[in-house]
């Protein structure tokens, strides 16, 4: 009886099953044990993260196996987050599910590698009229569990990784903020209110012996007091404006839109307010938008529009000026999609040379408890 070339393929799939599966159940066994009987050390984490590593490599020669013998598509994972640091890359190996799947194969894997070596090398003598049959039924056992267990969860990890990110990208602007914040407040009040100081300290020096003068640098003083001031409101406006909190997206929106060099039109549809977070988001995101409409783009004219489509909040940002803005080219565009892609957002630019530029934003509606 002939077989085809895919029972053939099967058959060397089974007969190879042995010699893997020696290979694998050893590396594993040897990995974890070692690994974890030296855990209470400080190269123990490090022998296993490393085991871990070497696992994945396994389940990524199992997958080649299979798909080339088998016939079986099994995606490739999600490769690991570039977490920061040694213990940022140690714990990221140590809990990948991915590896430790892969470990799990390995180790279940052995008794059934010498059932089916057994079986298909005696069938080749003993079992010919059936074997095709019966390599066929092993050959599938092998895809239900190759699928089992070295298949990715796909959408789950994905997101896990995107996650990953996503905190990064977040922890990196938060300190950027606190940087700028810091930068503003040394520059400007700050500075502001130690000469401030020194000028109440000069006057009531001389509050004695030259009381005009004194009153005189007095009144400077209470000018600088109203300056210090202004720039204290401006930066609390920039961290979280107060209009915002207390009406909304629709005011806080035609605020920043009136201290736009451009003439602006802003359109609010929405019936009740998304979360805090989002609100927040979706007003610094437009707020940068306008400043670089009023700095680059030559615009004539601009719109601001928001709405609400299902559990999304859309913006769209226009104008009419030259165009040619990217968000890959470093600008403050590609930090604001970063922005919002980590909080699940999307963030679209359309911006042909001459034809004027529209950003549509979107964000999770996440509504108001």
């Given at each position: 009886?002939?077989?085809?070339r895919c029972t053939w393929k099967e058959i060397a799939h089974?007969?190879?099953?042995l010699p893997f599966g020696i290979l694998?159940?050893?590396?594993v066994v040897f990995m974890v044990s070692v690994g974890v009987g030296l855990s209470?050390?400080?190269?123990?984490?490090?022998?296993l993260a490393g085991g871990l590593v070497g696992a994945r490599l396994l389940g990524r020669l199992e997958r080649g196996r299979a798909r080339s013998l088998l016939g079986l598509r099994i995606d490739e994972p999600s490769p690991l987050p570039h977490s920061g640091g040694f213990f940022g890359w140690l714990w990221s190996r140590v809990k990948d599910p991915v590896a430790w799947r892969a470990v799990l194969y390995a180790f279940v894997r052995l008794p059934w590698c010498v059932v089916t070596f057994a079986v298909t090398l005696t069938g080749l003598f003993v079992l010919w009229p059936v074997l095709g049959y019966v390599v066929r039924g092993l050959s599938n056992v092998d895809r239900a569990m190759a699928r089992g267990l070295l298949s990715p969860s796909d959408e789950l990890e994905r997101r896990i990784a995107e996650l990953e990110s996503d905190r990064g990208v977040v922890v990196d602007t938060a300190a950027a903020d606190l940087r700028r914040i810091e930068r503003d407040l040394h520059d400007g009040a700050q500075a502001r209110l130690v000469a401030l100081a020194m000028g109440l300290g000069l006057a009531k020096e001389k509050v004695l012996e030259d009381p005009d003068a004194a009153a005189e640098m007095v009144a400077e003083a209470h000018g600088e007091v109203k300056l210090a001031l202004q720039e204290l409101r401006d930066l609390a406006r920039g961290i979280h404006p107060a209009v915002l909190t207390d009406r909304g997206l629709d005011a806080a929106l035609s605020a920043v839109a009136a201290r736009c060099t451009v003439p602006v039109r802003v359109e609010v549809d929405l019936s009740s307010r998304p979360?805090?977070?989002?609100?927040?988001?979706?007003?610094?995101?437009?707020?940068e938008l306008l400043q670089n409409i009023s700095k680059h783009s030559g615009a004539r004219q601009a719109a601001v529009e928001v709405w609400r489509s299902g559990d999304r909040?859309?913006?769209?940002?226009?104008?009419?000026?030259?165009g040619g803005a990217r968000p890959e080219a470093g600008s403050g565009m590609r930090g604001l999609a970063e922005r919002l892609g980590a909080v699940d957002g999307v963030f679209v630019v359309e911006s042909?040379?001459?034809g004027g530029t529209v950003v549509t934003a979107e964000l999770p509606w996440r509504g108001r408890e």
């Open positions: 009886m002939a077989f085809g089974l007969l190879a099953n694998g159940f050893v590396y209470v050390t400080v190269i123990g984490l490090p022998m979360a805090a977070a989002i609100e927040g988001i979706a007003y610094f995101t437009v707020s909040v859309v913006l769209r940002v226009e104008d009419d000026g030259r042909p040379v001459g």
